[in-house]
Structure formats: C-alpha cells, structure tokens
C-alpha cells in the first residue's frame, strides 16, 4: 500500500514516550527516518499541545507529524497548520461548569490521601483534568499516591461520585496516567479525532497505538473502535517492535 492508504495514531504517554516523560532520541529518529516514509502519521493525546512539546521534543512535531490531535482530537492540527477547535465552555454553558468545579473541589478538600500538593483541577478547552494528588508532586510522590491508589481506588471512588451527582449531565470519565483522569462530554474522547480523519483522508487502514486501552482508560474507545485497528502496548519500545512487524 501507498504512504497515503495508511493511518497511524499514536498515543503519546506512555506509548512514544514513558510515563510524563520524553521521547527517547533513537524512538524518535525510528519514527520520522523508517516509519513516516512509509505511513501517514499522527497524535492524538488528551494534554494540551504544550504538554506534547515537552513530551516530544518542541514545536517540530506540527512538522514531523501529518496530524496533531490535542486534547483528544478536540483541537485538529494538520500539516502544522490548526483547522479545527472544539469549546467546552459552549458545549456546557458556565453554570454546568461552576457546579461541577465547586462539586470538584468540596470532595477534594475532605479527601484523604497520603500526601497533596498544587494544581488539582486543569480546565482545558475540551476537557477537565482531575489530579487528587495534585500534578506538581515530585516523581516519587507520584509513585507513592499511584500505588496507593492501585489499593484504595481513589480515583475510581470519586469518578463513581461525580457520576452519581451529575447523571443530568451527559460527560464522560476517563483514567489516563498514574495521578489523574478526565471529564469530557459524551463522545469527545479520542474517537473525536476519527471523525476528522475519515473526512480529510482516503484511508484504507487507521491502526491505532495506546497502552490504557482497558474499559475506563484513555485509549479505550479509539482501541476498540470499528473504524480502527488497534495494538495495546506496554512502552515505547513495544510500540517500535509492532510497528516493525507491520512495516518493516
């Protein structure tokens, strides 16, 4: 097959790069030397694009990569040029968004777990992070809480809360990470980005790459769409092995 009968998407935590780090140099110049001759390639993350500058290298990626799908798709970059924007604000209406914050923050400040820290709650245009740690924890507190939370399911806990208190509310929650997990409308998970692609490209095969593809994780509806063919990975390097037998 052609280069554009091809779709490649890519998760990007966990899956080009470890856990809330960086790319590693030798997956990279794999990626855009021996992959992207071969297919188009894309990103479809559920940060925002700052975050996959930090995490893949700088501003380069809206020229290495054919499409940049932040926050789940909901921001469409193609050819390093932004064609599309979707708003959660618009979507819910400001008086949604203050009731669930303020239910947010309530359940967060009688939450007990073995240590806090800054930023609990990220508003991003297509979605809310939760973070009961709190994101500026160092990387050994972020070990700590996600062992703790492996054994108490806090997370788990307070989604089925939020649940509960906006059934009204048509949303979506979604545990990506080890500290963390999003809320976002109904259908604006990472098969958001499909609805672009199927209308911008011809092509004969999407294959998708995350490793949170379990029901309630990140990758989960994208992994297991019909439109997709989907590998679940276990690193960057599981990633690098796959696409090898596909490609090469």
């Known amino acids: 097959m052609k280069r554009e009968d091809i779709l490649l998407l890519f998760d990007v935590d966990g899956t080009l790069t470890p856990p809330r780090s960086v790319i590693d140099p030798t997956i990279e110049s794999f990626l855009y030397e021996r992959i992207k001759p071969k297919a188009t390639i894309g990103i479809v993350g559920g940060a925002d694009l ?7 290298n700088g501003k380069k990626i809206l020229q290495e990569f054919d499409y940049v799908f932040p926050e789940n798709g909901l921001v469409q970059i193609k050819n390093g040029q932004e064609v599309g ?3 959660l604000i618009s979507h819910l ?22 240590i806090k820290r800054g930023t609990f709650l ?10 009961p740690v709190g ?13 703790y939370d492996r054994k108490h399911g806090v997370r788990e ?13 048509d949303l979506t929650y979604s545990i990506g990470g080890q500290i963390s997990f999003d809320i976002f409308p109904r259908g604006w998970d990472k098969t958001y980005c ?4 199927e209308k911008d490209g011809n092509f004969k095969e999407i294959h998708f790459f995350g490793d949170k593809t379990e029901p309630g994780g990140n990758d ?29």
Not at 50 to 56: R, S
């Open 50 to 56: 700052e975050k996959m500058f930090e995490q893949l």
């Open 220 to 248: 989960y509806e994208i992994f297991s769409d019909s439109r997709t063919i989907g590998h679940k990975v276990q690193s960057p390097e599981d990633t690098k092995r796959i696409l090898e037998e596909i490609l090469l």
């Open 85 to 87: 924007k979707e708003s």
């Open 194 to 197: 499909l609805n672009f692609v």
């Open 135 to 147: 994101r500026q924890c160092s990387w050994s507190e972020r070990q700590l809480f996600a062992e």
């Open 122 to 131: 990220e508003f991003r245009n297509g979605m809310m992070n939760i973070c």
């Open 157 to 169: 806990k307070m989604i089925q809360s939020l649940r509960e208190e906006f059934a009204d509310v």
């Open 93 to 114: 209406g400001e008086a949604t968004i203050q009731r669930f914050i303020n239910y947010v923050l309530r359940y967060l400040a009688d939450l007990e777990v073995p």
